[in-house]
T-cell receptor, first 114, second 109 residues
């Protein structure tokens, strides 16, 4: 079984709709992250959380919100989706191993906003 | 200027060749360095950490040059399965990790 899972894997929605992307992990890591990936722009950090009571904005948090319901769960919401939020979204966990933090990614959610 | 910059490629090389690419970073306080690999339409996965003394894992060698602020990845005897995008990752503090945009590598038979 995968250590970091994301649901749904693919989603098509319409402008203005609210949508939630879910992430679960069995790695026991405290740190969790949401990224989006667009062609040519690499991974950009949306939000991150270092434990259940901790929520932090990343570089592109506008238009998104998150909830850390438990150590194992970190969900991302688009309150009112717009077409430029069409992207590949990754959830990741992080742990310090050796010289720095290693991140473990889920399989991604492909989101298309029409 | 981006905090972490990579040549996007693509690098197109024949099987068996040696290929190398660099990544530059702007924050001199950066403390941790990694290479991740991302296959098409898949998630990034850790390839190797990069240590100051340089490190090798099979056909892969990673180097760090703090004076010039770049890291490098060398792949020897390249295989078709090495075709992927290679992401440079730099950590500057406990909460800041920056991913480069990636370098695409294509190995041809």
């Amino acid at each position: 079984d995968a250590d970091v899972t994301q649901t749904p894997r693919n989603r098509i929605t319409k402008t203005g709709k609210r949508i939630m992307l879910e992430c679960s992990q069995t790695k026991g890591h405290d740190r969790m992250y949401w990224y989006r990936q667009d062609p040519g722009l690499g991974l950009r950090l949306i939000y991150y959380s270092f434990d259940v009571k901790d929520i932090n904005k990343g570089e592109i948090s506008d238009g998104y919100s998150v909830s850390r319901q438990a150590q194992a769960k970190f969900s991302l919401s688009l309150e009112s989706a717009i077409p430029n939020q069409t992207a590949l979204y990754f959830c990741a966990t992080g742990a310090f191993e050796g010289r720095g933090e290693t991140q473990y990614f889920g399989p991604g959610t492909r989101l298309l906003v029409l | 200027r981006k905090e972490v910059e990579q040549d996007p490629g693509p690098f197109n090389v024949p099987e068996g060749a040696t290929v190398a690419f660099n990544c530059t970073y702007s924050n001199s306080a950066s403390q941790s360095f990694f290479w991740y690999r991302q296959d098409c339409r898949k998630e990034p996965k850790l390839l190797m950490s990069v240590y100051s003394s340089g490190n090798e894992d099979g056909r892969f060698t990673a180097q760090l040059n703090r004076a010039s602020q770049y890291i490098s990845l060398l792949i020897r005897d390249s295989k078709l399965s090495d075709s992927a995008t290679y992401l440079c990752v730099v950590g500057s503090s406990a909460s800041k990790i920056i991913f480069g945009s990636g370098t695409r590598l294509s190995i041809r038979p």
